[in-house]
């Protein structure tokens, strides 16, 4: 037989009485005529099969509402993940750097340089640590209150940032004390016109307050490796360095192993 499309179609093989009977009462049976009795029962199956989608679909608009809860509940826990690891973040960050210029603290900066000990792409590495301290800090934070001394250890650590490198480290020990980690090899020449312009920076008179202050830094260097291959060793060696530029004004000097304690160059401005 082939598809009907119509009430005029019909097989080869059926005569068009029977077609049009057939497609008479299907019709029929559909419209639940009372010249076809057999729709009522097609009428009852539809009636149950539209109870039964009724009852289907009540029952996936009360799982749409479940689903909408635990979507719900979902974005409130994903919510409450994130604040916890922003919490966690900023916790960690501020285990790490100093609260007042955002430099990293000495804890992050002694890990800092190890790794870059440890992972530096020559052997023995080159690198250097200056060790800064600002002379005369405690007369103007004592004179002008704290909160001019702690603005004016934010501009120094600003200045510090902008004199050194992409990759280079700076950080706050404590105090009225600073570190730069200069991970980027340089020779002793480089390392005195960095120490000199570093000198120059800090030393520029700002105004705070109405007030023309000065601050006089002074800088030890440590090499890496001839002054020390570990972060302690080059710190306590930068530092002592430093105490002897303390002798002069504005001055750097370089750690000398003979006396492990000064250098014998020193410079700076006068």
Avoid at 39 to 56: M, S, T
Avoid at 72 to 88: I, K, Q, S
Avoid at 210 to 220: A, C, K, N
């Amino acid at each position: 037989m082939t598809r009907a499309t119509g009430a005029r179609r019909h097989s080869d093989r059926m005569p068009h009485e029977e077609w049009d009977s057939l497609c008479a009462n299907v019709a029929g049976r559909l419209r639940g005529s009372a010249e076809h009795p057999a729709a009522a029962p097609v009428r009852e199956e539809l009636i149950a099969c539209a109870q039964d989608l009724e009852v289907l679909r009540a029952a996936l608009l009360q799982e749409q509402g479940h689903l909408s809860r635990i979507e719900a509940e979902l974005n409130e826990a994903r919510a409450t993940l994130a604040v916890a690891h922003a919490r966690e973040r900023d916790a960690q960050y501020m285990a790490q750097h100093d609260s007042l210029t955002d430099l990293p603290n000495r804890r992050h900066f002694c890990r800092r340089l190890d790794d870059a000990l440890s992972t530096a792409p020559t052997r023995p590495p080159t690198m250097a640590v200056l060790f800064l301290d600002l002379d005369d800090f405690k007369p103007i934070n004592d004179a002008h209150g704290h909160e001019t001394g702690d603005e004016l250890l934010r501009i120094v650590a600003q200045r510090l940032r902008r004199m050194v490198r992409d990759g280079d480290i700076v950080c706050r020990l404590g105090g009225d004390e600073f570190a730069c980690l200069l991970s980027q090899p340089r020779d002793r020449a480089e390392l005195s016109r960095l120490a000199r312009q570093l000198l120059e920076a800090i030393a520029a008179p700002l105004q705070l307050g109405g007030i023309e202050i000065r601050v006089w830094p002074s800088i030890g260097i440590a090499v890496c490796p001839n002054d020390g291959d570990t972060a302690i060793t080059l710190l306590r060696r930068a530092d002592a360095a430093m105490y002897r530029a303390k002798r002069g004004r504005l001055g750097y000097a370089f750690f000398d192993s003979r006396s492990d304690v000064t250098a014998s160059e020193t410079g700076g401005l006068h």
